[in-house]
């Protein structure tokens, strides 16, 4: 495609220019913080990433996982033990191989245990609640191995080669992962393995009558998702240097769905925006109004599980129609729309 | 020297540990029971319920800061947490029950606000609140708060007679014949908006006196309904999702368990804790419907 013709497809579609607007933010970020600052949002680009996975579950397969933050602290202090313990080990290898098997084979373990009894809906958000309360407790009663309620500190920072990677290079490297895992996670849901579970959000008998194996195809997300997870948490011990039990607990697992809620599930970047977006709001608001941003945070939520399930992804589209954006046709807005995920039939 | 000692002691700690864990499973039952009219009847998933029990405790903790008799807390309890679930419900819920799982999301938005404001409110600091009943009598060998009795009679008789409401009186049948067939029920002139909103608020304030009894065992602060929520689950789902029976057999295997892990893990309380919860989760794996409910989960 040339780039006259790249231009002009992304002045037909508001959705793509909006994403690429939020690239060019996240791009230039560094260049306007100070370096503390600029951790700071690499540590929210890893919870992204986090978010990225639960909405592969959730957002696309319907199933409402509260308990994801099990697996991003697994990672966490897999990472942190071996970096910590096992320096000949090198860093790359433990935060992006390590870490991801590790994790993807809990979650594999704890998809298998529940899929093959077809545990689904409120028995599956209760049930995965349970293994990140169990998590956090272990990591909190573990003091000599796993530090306790005090965590494990001083993990260092990336090394490649023995070369250090500044805080700076390090914020590049988690956003292009985060790229990396968005465009993976686009690929995966546009094709035939993503249509499989969105049927399976909508009506898993009939998705297994058409000849899926749902169990399976739940079975790979789940896991798949549980990997996402362990390399954001792998990137997470070695930016913030520091590891505590609520990385695993279930309040940091329903503030991410809260996240993924309000930025428009089941559509990838709604996850990434109301991530990034809430981090971003909560740090810089909540010194202003301490208790009552979470209350602030927690009826804006409660008004787009009510009335507006799209989250703010949808609320920007709406607005771009309005505004007459974009040359799309209502049909393919329309069609559009119901393949990332925003049509009705996923709430039932 | 030592055989004799121990001897000696068991006994009393076992009379004791028997003690701590009935009170502890009576205040269990009660919450989970508001619950099962909530999940397990009406189908609604609360994630507020275990707010609900902090909000019985504060309840409690306001009457007596106010300089009221600790009585009139445990009789005003109930009437304000089946209050505010009177509210929850007529706001939030009604517009809900076709759509679980966001039922689920938006009553979790409510838990944080509840919890939230109560921060704001109290601040984040314990309370302690006093039982109304001083003393203690001698009983299984050890020296028992009567308070402790007081706690397992008010559990037992509110639970014989909410099984005895909903199965012979006439409020009770026509809240179950709505939740069966709410169009029926509606052709026969029962009023199912009414009786949707007077079983939700019915099974928060059993949540509401859950709270209050329990409060004077317990530190209370704002984050306490977590636990609440959890276990009241898992009760209600270990046992059969729907039968207040299977709720009782839920919570007593549960807060079973639960002290028994902790006296013979005292140095790992969360370790014991996740450990019950790692059965509870292994029951609803392996029997999803419950130890007690007949019939297969939809």
């Not at chain 2, 300089?67 to 706001?91: H, M, N, T, Y």
């Amino acid at each position: 495609m040339s780039a006259a013709a790249k231009l002009a497809r992304v002045r037909k579609s508001p959705r793509l220019a909006g994403k690429l607007a939020g690239l060019a933010v996240l791009l230039v970020v560094p260049l306007i913080l100070s370096s503390s600052d600029v951790a700071t949002w690499s540590v929210y680009l890893t919870f992204a990433i986090l978010a990225l996975a639960i909405d592969l579950v959730w957002g696309y397969t319907g199933l409402l996982t509260l308990g994801h933050a099990a697996f991003f602290g697994a990672g966490a202090y897999l990472a942190a033990k071996m970096l910590i313990e096992v320096p000949a080990v090198p860093d790359p290898v433990v935060v992006f191989v390590l870490a991801p098997v590790f994790c993807a084979v809990l979650a594999l373990a704890i998809g298998w245990f529940l899929f093959s009894a077809n545990v689904s809906g409120p028995y599956f958000a209760i049930t995965t609640l349970i293994v990140a309360i169990v998590f956090e407790s272990i990591a909190g009663e573990f003091v000599s191995f796993l530090g306790g309620f005090n965590g494990l500190y001083n993990i260092p920072s990336l090394e490649v080669v023995g070369i250090g990677i500044e805080t700076i290079p390090m914020y590049y490297v988690t956003l292009a992962v985060l790229l990396g895992l968005f465009l993976l996670s686009r690929w995966i849901v546009d094709s035939a393995f993503g249509r499989a579970l969105r049927g399976i959000r909508q009506d898993m008998e009939r998705t297994a009558m058409f000849g899926y194996n749902t169990e399976w195809a739940r079975l790979f997300v789940f896991t798949l998702s549980g990997a996402m997870a362990g390399i954001a948490g792998g990137m997470y011990a070695t930016i913030n240097n520091f590891v505590s039990p609520p990385l695993l607990g279930f309040v940091l697992s329903t503030q991410v769905v809260i996240w993924i809620a309000v930025g428009g599930r089941g559509t990838l970047v709604g996850a990434v925006l109301g991530a990034i977006l809430i981090q971003y709001l909560n740090s810089t608001l909540s010194d202003l109004f301490v208790n009552s941003w979470n209350i602030l945070l927690a009826v804006v939520f409660i008004a787009f599980v009510l009335i507006g399930p799209r989250g703010l992804v949808g609320l920007l589209e709406d607005l771009a129609e309005r505004l007459g954006l974009g040359e799309e046709s209502t049909a393919a807005v329309a069609a559009s729309a119901d393949a990332e995920g925003g049509g009705g039939d996923q709430y039932e | 020297m030592v055989p004799i000692e121990l001897s000696m002691l068991v006994p009393l700690q076992v009379g004791q540990r028997v003690l701590v864990a009935a009170t502890s499973i009576s205040a269990l039952v009660l919450a989970a029971a508001g619950l099962t009219i909530i999940f397990g009847l009406m189908g609604v998933i609360n994630l507020a319920h275990g707010t609900f029990v902090m909000l019985g405790a504060y309840t409690g903790f306001m009457i007596q800061n106010a300089g009221f008799s600790p009585w009139l807390g445990i009789i005003a309890a109930p009437f304000v947490v089946g209050a505010i679930g009177l509210v929850l419900e007529i706001s939030l819920v009604k517009r809900l029950y076709e759509r679980p799982l966001d039922t689920l999301l938006a009553t979790w938005g409510v838990a944080i606000i509840l919890r939230e404001g109560v921060k704001l409110v109290f601040g984040t600091s314990q309370k302690s609140v006093s039982a109304p009943i001083e003393g203690s009598i001698s009983l299984l060998g050890t020296q028992a708060p009567v308070y402790w009795l007081f706690i397992i009679g008010i559990s037992a008789s509110v639970m014989t007679a909410v099984i005895l409401l909903f199965k012979y009186t006439d409020v009770g049948i026509m809240a179950l014949a709505v939740i069966e067939n709410r169009e029926m029920a509606s052709a026969l002139g029962i009023d199912t908006t009414l009786s949707d909103r007077l079983t939700f608020a019915f099974g928060s304030a059993l949540a509401g006196l859950a709270g209050v009894i329990i409060a004077p065992r317990l530190s209370v602060n704002a984050e306490m309904g977590l636990s609440w929520l959890a276990n009241s689950f898992l009760a209600v789902i270990v046992g059969g999702v729907g039968t207040f029976v299977g709720t009782i057999a839920g919570g007593v295997l549960l807060g079973g368990l639960d002290n028994i892990f902790r006296s013979v893990l005292p140095d790992l309380t969360a370790v014991a804790q996740a450990l019950v919860l790692v059965v509870a989760l292994v029951i609803i794996r392996y029997r999803p419907n419950g130890l007690i409910a007949p019939g297969g989960r939809e």
